[in-house]
């Protein structure tokens, strides 16, 4: 009798844990902490407001956060309409200034091959030699990223950049000189929402 109370207790506790762990994470082509879903839905909330604000498109919008492991995704595809991320990528940060695979250094500044922090409006389709040979124009809204358009930071993907998480691997410094950098199929996505899109999008860099 005794053995089977504990065997019962036991099993309890295990449930309790898994039921528990469940709430901590959630899937979107890989594992985000709820902490960070949590923050992402906050910014695509402000993010909606900024947009009605501002004239730009309240369908859709990107944001990307650096907090996030480079080897998981980071940069989202977020519906307003749905509340929810309709996909989701890996991106390259840039490599300047000391950036590392785990730290990068945010810059404005012409030639310093950093990322830059802050919200963007997408702007023109044009060629691109990386990825799927396309890219769009990033024109910075902010102090901290109004130099974008005039450093050629372009949203476009690249070849390496892998479709699936890689972590607990960071993505290798090198594919970025500032650029926001996704995977081929996810901006084959992005190319279509764009092209389908009448208004500007919002992109929204973070950390």
């Not at 479709?163 to 594919?175: D, R």
């Amino acid at each position: 009798m005794i053995k089977l109370i504990r065997f019962l207790l036991i099993l309890f506790l295990a449930f309790s844990f898994c039921f528990w762990g469940w709430g901590k994470y959630t899937k979107e082509g890989g594992t985000l902490i709820s902490e960070k879903q949590e923050r992402l839905k906050e910014k695509a909330d402000s993010a909606k407001v900024y947009c009605v604000k501002n004239g730009l498109n309240t369908n859709y919008c990107f944001l990307v956060d650096f907090s996030i492991h480079s080897g998981k995704k980071r940069f989202f595809v977020w519906d307003f309409k749905g509340d929810s991320i309709l996909c989701a990528s890996l991106c390259a940060h840039g490599y300047g200034k000391n950036s590392t695979v785990s730290n990068p250094v945010f810059s404005n500044i012409e030639g310093s091959y950093c990322s830059s922090l802050g919200r963007y409006k997408v702007g023109v389709r044009s060629y691109s030699k990386w990825g799927i040979n396309v890219h769009y124009k990033l024109h910075g809204l902010e102090a901290t990223n109004n130099n974008a358009f005039k450093r050629v930071v372009v949203l476009h993907s690249y070849d390496l950049i892998p479709v699936v998480e890689i972590y607990p691997a960071h993505l290798p410094l090198g594919m970025s000189q500032g650029c926001p950098v996704i995977a081929n199929d996810v901006m084959r996505r992005v190319d279509k929402l764009l092209k389908d899109e009448k208004k500007p999008l919002l992109l929204w860099v973070y950390q």
